[in-house]
C-alpha cells in the first residue's frame, strides 16, 4: 500500500511539472511624458500597472494624468488573461510644474521703491531668477512669506526698456516683464490691462513720489467698491463681476483713475477684461 500511495505522489509531481508555464504578455513600449504619462498599447493586455514613485496604479487605459505639482520617476507593465505579467519598462523622470500666471509692471528709473510682483502661494523656494539667461544676485529681491518683492536697488539699474525676468521656483516657472522707462511724475505700476475671471479682486499698484491716489470714477463705481491703501487700489470681484453681467455684450469694462503730486496730476484708465482661459 505505502509503495501504491509513493507511486501516486509521484505521478502527481511529474504531472504537475510537465504543465506548460504561462506566455509572458509583451511590455509596454514609447512610454514618454507629454503633459500626462503616455504608452503604446500591447496586444491582448487587459490592464496596465503604473509604478510612479514606488505606488502601484493600475488603469485599463494607455495614459495617465498627473496633477500635484513635483518630480516623478514611473514605470510600466501590462497584464493580460492568460499571461504572466510583463516585465517593467525602463524608468523615466518627469516634472508637473505649477501652472504660475505671468506677471508685468511698469517701473520710472527715477522711483525709489520695492516692486511687489505679488504672492507665489504654491511655491516654497525661489531656485533662481534670471535676465536672459542670466542669475541675478539674491541681493536683488526677497521672498518672505511666499511673496516675491523686486528691489528698487536693482530695477533701477536696468537701462530703459523691455526686461523680461524669468523666476524658476520648486514647482515650476514664471515670467516677469518690466517696462523701465523715466518720469518723476506718479504712475501705475501695474499693467493698465487687467484679465479677471471674477474669483478675486483686482489689485493695482501705483508709484505716487510721495503723493496720493485721488479716487476712481466710470461705469458707476463707488467708493464702496473699491479700498485705497497706501500705494494700493482693490477693486471690488463683486463690482467687476455686476458690471459684466449687467451688459452680456460688454468686453471691456473702463475704469479712470486720478493721482496727484504736489502741482502733478495724472489722470489714467485701467481696462478690465474677461480672461479667455
Known amino acids: ?19 506548460p508555464k ?14 500626462m504619462i503616455l504608452f503604446d498599447a500591447v496586444d491582448d493586455a487587459t490592464a496596465y500597472v503604473i509604478d510612479l514613485n514606488d505606488e502601484k496604479i493600475t488603469i485599463t487605459e494607455t495614459f495617465y494624468e498627473v ?18 505579467d510583463s516585465l517593467y519598462t525602463e524608468e523615466i523622470t518627469f516634472t508637473v510644474s505649477y501652472p504660475f500666471s505671468d506677471f508685468a509692471f511698469n517701473y520710472s528709473i527715477r ?14 523656494e525661489i531656485a533662481q531668477i534670471t535676465l536672459s539667461g542670466n542669475p541675478i544676485l539674491t541681493t536683488a529681491y526677497t521672498f518672505i512669506n511666499k511673496t516675491l518683492t523686486l528691489k528698487s536697488s536693482y530695477l533701477s539699474t536696468l537701462p530703459i526698456g523691455e526686461h523680461t525676468l524669468t523666476v524658476t521656483t520648486n514647482i515650476g516657472s514664471f515670467q516677469i516683464t518690466i517696462n523701465i522707462f523715466d518720469t518723476s511724475k506718479p504712475y501705475m505700476m501695474s499693467k493698465s490691462e487687467v484679465f479677471t475671471d471674477f474669483s478675486t479682486d483686482v489689485i493695482l499698484v501705483y508709484d505716487l513720489f510721495g503723493g496720493s ?42 475704469i479712470g483713475y486720478t493721482l496727484e503730486s504736489g502741482n502733478n496730476v495724472v489722470i489714467g484708465y485701467i481696462f478690465i477684461k474677461k480672461s479667455t482661459t
Open 111 to 124: 522711483s525709489i521703491v520695492d516692486v511687489p510682483v505679488g504672492s507665489v502661494a504654491e511655491a516654497n
Open 1 to 19: 500500500m505505502k509503495k501504491l500511495l509513493i507511486l501516486i505522489l509521484i505521478a502527481l509531481v511529474l504531472t504537475g511539472c510537465d504543465e
Open 67 to 84: 496633477t500635484i505639482p513635483g518630480s516623478y520617476t514611473v514605470r510600466v507593465k501590462s497584464q493580460g488573461e492568460g499571461y504572466q
Open 22 to 35: 504561462l506566455e509572458r504578455i509583451g511590455t509596454p513600449t514609447n512610454l514618454r511624458y507629454e503633459d
Open 213 to 254: 491716489i485721488s479716487g476712481l470714477s466710470g461705469n458707476n463705481i463707488t467708493s464702496s467698491d473699491y479700498i485705497i491703501t497706501s500705494n494700493t487700489v482693490t477693486i471690488s470681484k463683486t463690482f467687476i463681476e455686476n458690471a459684466f453681467t449687467s451688459e452680456p455684450t460688454r468686453e471691456t469694462l473702463v
